[in-house]
């Protein structure tokens, strides 16, 4: 079923939407979810909660493209339970290694300027994105966004993942040198 369609059950407040969205994106945000969590039970929870976010969000929004719409809500909820469970810990899942690279490019604090600035510095990573080739905007969002394994990403680009390890490093730098042209402290 056409995106639209299922967008239109969900204002309709017709149940099937659910159906339909899990028919058409179970596996997509399964994937999602257990690239952050490794966890098949906690990855089932997360694509089960979005479905029951993405009902109670819909009628005041209407997504204009429902699979970022979902992923963003399955990675939401997977990076939360993510931090619950490993808050004294870090495995290393897909998540943890994609952080663990951008660390170097965007500080971690907690002062007040830094979560004041988290819009800002999210616009400036935006236009940072948009100013790269798609091939490279791809790459990075696939790693740092949806936290596919290096290998995942070389296997869809049709590339080497040494070369992927390699756009993904340039990349890293290339951020860190338009924050820092931007005022982000790196």
């Known amino acids: 079923m056409e995106d639209s369609k299922i967008v ?11 159906a339909e969205t899990q028919t058409k994106y179970s596996r997509y945000l399964m994937t ?18 979005t479905y029951m976010r993405a009902w ?3 009628p005041d929004d209407r997504p204009d493209m429902l699979s970022t719409y979902l992923g963003k809500f399955t990675r939401n909820l997977a990076i939360d339970v993510y931090r619950k469970k490993n808050s004294m810990k870090r495995k290393d899942s897909e998540y943890a290694l994609s952080i663990d690279e951008l660390d170097e490019c965007i500080s971690g604090g907690n002062s007040v300027e830094e979560e004041i600035d988290r819009g800002l510095l999210s616009k400036a990573i ?3 994105l948009r100013s790269r080739s798609e091939e490279k905007r791809n790459i990075f969002i696939a790693r740092y966004f949806y936290c596919d394994p290096t290998k995942t990403i070389a296997e869809k680009a049709g590339m080497k993942e040494v070369t992927v390890r390699s ?3 340039r990349e890293r730098e290339a951020l860190k040198e338009y924050l820092r042209k931007e005022g982000f402290a790196v």
């Open 56 to 58: 109670n969000a819909m």
């Open 32 to 49: 999602i979810a257990h690239n952050i969590v490794l966890d098949m039970e906690d990855s089932e929870e997360c694509v089960n909660d």
């Open 126 to 128: 935006n236009e940072f």
């Open 8 to 18: 239109d059950l969900y204002w309709a407040r017709d149940e099937r939407a659910i």
């Open 167 to 169: 756009v993904l490093l």
